[in-house]
């Protein structure tokens, strides 16, 4: 989008805008900020795939509802096995529970303020938008129609920096998080069924008073 400037005769009133006009965001980079903030209230189940050059494959899960949010991830190795990480955040309280091998469940309590990454839908991908073009497509992914952003680094040549994108179902769940590190993940399944039983913690919770 070009944004239109009255000419500058040397006063302030045009520096003033002319600042403003550069700060105010393109059409699709304010879309793209609505639907993160969408997708941070939305009530939804995604489930992510991806696989690693190495043999490595992850499964990621994501429930949301109102104010709570339960991540789920499973990381198969060839060579180190099976592990598995559930993270719920829910009034104010964070909790991550990690299953390895045979072993039974352990779920610790943590500090909340670590919990960024999970409130935020695009899991702490960078998507911020100053100074670059958003340009904004339509694909199909897990049997949605998913609008998708990329965002275009402002030196991808010289940088050598790779476009991030982000696809979002029509309720504004993330259905494609590419960082453009060439390790994306993208969802298989999707519903907007979300039991309050799956907030429920697979075991005791050490560092709590209640579970």
Not at 92 to 107: E, F, H, K, M, N
Request: aromatic share 6%; charged share 25%; proline share 5%.
């Amino acid at each position: 989008m070009v944004w239109v400037v009255a000419r500058d005769d040397g006063g302030s009133g045009s520096s003033t805008k002319l600042a403003a006009d550069k700060a105010k965001p393109s059409a699709p980079a304010q879309e793209l900020l609505d639907r993160i903030a969408a997708g941070e209230k939305g009530t939804y189940h995604v489930r992510y795939t991806y696989s690693g050059s190495s043999g490595t494959s992850a499964v990621m899960e994501v429930w949301r509802k109102a104010d709570r949010v339960r991540r789920d991830l499973t990381v198969v190795s060839p060579v180190e096995g099976t592990a598995r990480t559930q993270e719920f955040l829910e009034n104010g309280t964070l909790v991550r529970c990690l299953l390895i091998g045979d072993s039974p469940w352990q779920c610790t309590g943590a500090d909340v303020r670590t919990a960024s990454a999970l409130r935020d839908p695009l899991n702490g991908v960078n998507h911020d938008v100053a100074g670059k073009t958003v340009q904004l497509t339509t694909e199909n992914i897990a049997g949605q129609s998913a609008k998708c952003y990329s965002i275009i680094p402002a030196t991808t040549a010289s940088s050598g920096a790779k476009p991030t994108q982000f696809c979002f179902s029509a309720e504004s769940a993330p259905l494609r998080i590419d960082g453009g590190d060439g390790k994306p993940v993208e969802a298989t399944d999707y519903d907007l069924k979300v039991d309050d039983s799956v907030f429920t913690y697979p075991a005791k919770v050490a560092g709590l008073a209640s579970t």
